[in-house]
């Protein structure tokens, strides 16, 4: 590099360090507030599934989890997290021989992955927000979800891991977002963000109606040359998120059915829920109470018109198809956002079996 190259570098270099400062405080803030409440127990039941199903880990291999766990309603991909937990877990030396500290060492070390993907997630919200902001508004932005006593509350204190799940969807969507930053490196972003989107919905299933705004995100350009790329980019990568099921799938199910034995999975933990709302304020907590089975008939003028969940999937679907089409009008980066943005809320406020948080 040049003496004038370098001259103009540090600069940006210093620049640079310095807006992120103020966001590195920000989300050391953030983690000191949630280790605060690390060790709560939160809901119980919650939490010490998850410290059953890593000792499971523990002690057996992947591919007899499902086995040994007894009752384990989430699909696997939130068993590799705690696969990997379970391994950090069994290196601690005595935390087995000793009950009382090893099980509050299990306790830390389960609620890290949500805690640590909070601030994640408050990181990708500044980036994002960077895009189309000042500093300071992205600053703010960050720290609505950093210092957020709900988010803080979910995965610190309550101990559940949804800051997992849909944090991974944020990020594929800035990473699609990125997508069109640098010609020469839309297809291998997109193959990536696809790849988080895939596992995304391999621990739970809610962010797959956001999969169809990512099959939309090649047409939404009138120039060939980008539609060419950004179409390869999206084969590519909805082929490597199947094959990134098929892995995982093996992994705990090393059987020709793996995508069978999937279904079977997402079915499954659907159906231990089978209720409008579980103290979710959706669309069916406005008329009725929570806990309401959903497989009642609803009838119109006398007449059945279907179950609570047969109109809550069709109401989903409904929307999800008018967001996808007004983004296809827009055609724009914001129009995406809102669009990601809408599609959750809608999954939420209109599918039956949703949880509160």
């Not at 640590?116 to 508004?137: G, H, P, Q, T």
């Not at 930053?181 to 299933?205: C, M, N, Y």
């Amino acid at each position: 590099m040049s003496a004038s190259a370098r001259a103009s570098f540090a600069p940006a270099v210093s620049a640079a360090r310095s807006s992120l400062a103020p966001l590195g405080v920000l989300l050391g803030i953030g983690l000191i507030l949630r280790l605060l409440f690390i060790m709560s127990t939160g809901f119980d039941n919650d939490v010490k599934a998850f410290e059953s199903w890593t000792l499971t880990l523990r002690d057996n291999a992947p591919w007899l989890f499902y086995t040994k766990a007894g009752f384990a309603d989430y699909p696997p991909g939130y068993f590799v997290v705690l696969w990997v937990v379970a391994r950090i877990y069994a290196l601690i030396p005595g935390a087995a021989a000793d009950p009382m500290h090893g099980y509050a060492i299990l306790r830390v070390l389960i609620k890290l992955p949500a805690i640590a993907m909070d601030l994640v997630n408050a990181y990708v919200v500044y980036r994002i927000a960077r895009r189309y902001a000042s500093e300071k508004i992205s600053l703010a932005a960050a720290a609505l979800l950093a210092l957020n006593p709900a988010a803080i509350y979910v995965s610190s204190y309550w101990g559940q891991v949804d800051s997992v799940s849909w944090g991974l969807m944020l990020l594929a969507l800035w990473l699609v977002l990125r997508a069109g930053d640098e010609p020469a490196k839309t297809v291998q972003r997109l193959v990536i963000a696809w790849l988080v989107l895939g596992f995304s919905v391999l621990i739970k299933p809610q962010g797959a109606t956001l999969a169809l705004l990512f099959l939309a995100y090649p047409f939404a350009t009138s120039d060939a040359g980008v539609r060419a790329r950004r179409l390869i980019g999206t084969l590519y990568g909805a082929a490597a998120s199947i094959v990134l099921a098929a892995a995982v799938g093996l992994l705990f199910h090393p059987a020709a059915d793996v995508f069978g034995w999937l279904f079977d999975r997402y079915a499954f933990g659907s159906a231990v829920y089978k209720y409008t709302s579980v103290n979710a304020f959706n669309l069916y907590a406005l008329k009725m109470a929570f806990w309401r089975e959903d497989n009642q008939v609803i009838s119109l003028f006398g007449f059945p018109v279907g179950t609570f969940a047969i109109w809550g999937v069709a109401l989903v679907l409904a929307a999800t198809a008018l967001i996808v089409g007004r983004y296809l009008q827009r055609r724009d980066d914001r129009a995406l956002l809102e669009g990601a943005m809408l599609c959750a809320l809608a999954f939420f406020v209109l599918a039956t079996r949703m949880h509160e948080r």
